[in-house]
């Protein structure tokens, strides 16, 4: 089956900054690259989201990138606030969504 | 668009009672469902699928004679822990999707249990 890595599992960054957050996958036919946003005690919520016949995709201060070759893709968040800070999730899908371990995001004011 | 409900949002039982958790899409058909289970600080793991009018197919390790998950309709699924023990107390949340062409699946807010 499928198998996501993500990395790394905490990042802390300073108001402004931009964040970066890498994830690998196992199944070559994988073909839909979401990543979520999950704040304490709520459901994961779509941010973004890539399929495989495109290489990169943005949306405001929100980038995704996907290299199929490598098998890894990564979520850019440019101009970070301190709203920002939470769980965030990649996952990889071929019918069905594996997930990513989780980064803890944390932009401090 | 693509709302996704919860109820209850927590719930709190005795060992060896039984507990019902509803999914419903709210401004759209859902024929396939999801359900996921989350414990604490840990990625979401995913228990079945769910398609209207079909039984669930449950993942590897997963009891589907504990986890009973009824999809009656276009816009709700079902998920009833049976007999529950407190390994059973996670967050539980369910997604939708929105076609059967479309991978995009969107999430409720989930619902923590917590068996005493």
């Known amino acids: 089956g499928e198998n996501v890595e993500q990395h790394p599992s905490t990042l802390s960054v300073q108001e402004g900054d931009s964040a970066v957050i890498k994830c690998t996958y196992s199944?070559?036919?994988?073909?839909?690259f979401p990543w979520y946003k999950q704040e304490l005690g709520k459901g994961p919520q779509l941010i973004i989201d890539?399929?495989?016949?495109?290489g990169e995709k943005k949306d405001q201060r929100i980038a995704v990138t996907l290299n199929k070759t490598a098998k890894h893709f990564s979520l850019h968040i440019t101009e970070t606030q301190p709203e920002d800070s939470a769980v965030y999730f990649c996952a990889a899908s071929y019918g069905k969504l594996t997930f990513g371990q989780g980064t803890i995001l944390t932009v401090h004011p | 668009g693509a709302v996704v409900s919860q109820h209850p949002s927590w719930v709190i039982c005795k060992s060896g009672t039984s507990v019902k958790i509803e999914c419903r899409s709210l401004d759209f058909q859902a024929t396939t469902m999801f359900w996921y289970r989350q414990f604490p600080k840990q990625s979401l793991m995913l228990m079945a699928t769910?398609?209207?009018?079909?039984?669930?197919?449950?993942e590897q390790g997963v009891e589907k004679d504990k986890f009973l998950i009824n999809h009656a309709s276009l816009t709700l699924s079902t998920l009833t822990v049976t007999s529950a023990h407190p390994e059973d107390s996670s967050f539980y949340i369910c997604?939708?999707?929105?076609?059967?062409?479309?991978?995009?699946?969107?999430f409720g807010p989930g619902t923590r249990l917590t068996v005493l």
């Open positions: 199944d070559s036919a994988s073909n839909y």
């Open positions: 997604s939708a999707r929105t076609g059967a062409s479309t991978d995009t699946q969107y």
């Open positions: 890539i399929r495989s016949n495109v």
């Open positions: 769910s398609n209207e009018g079909s039984k669930a197919t449950y």
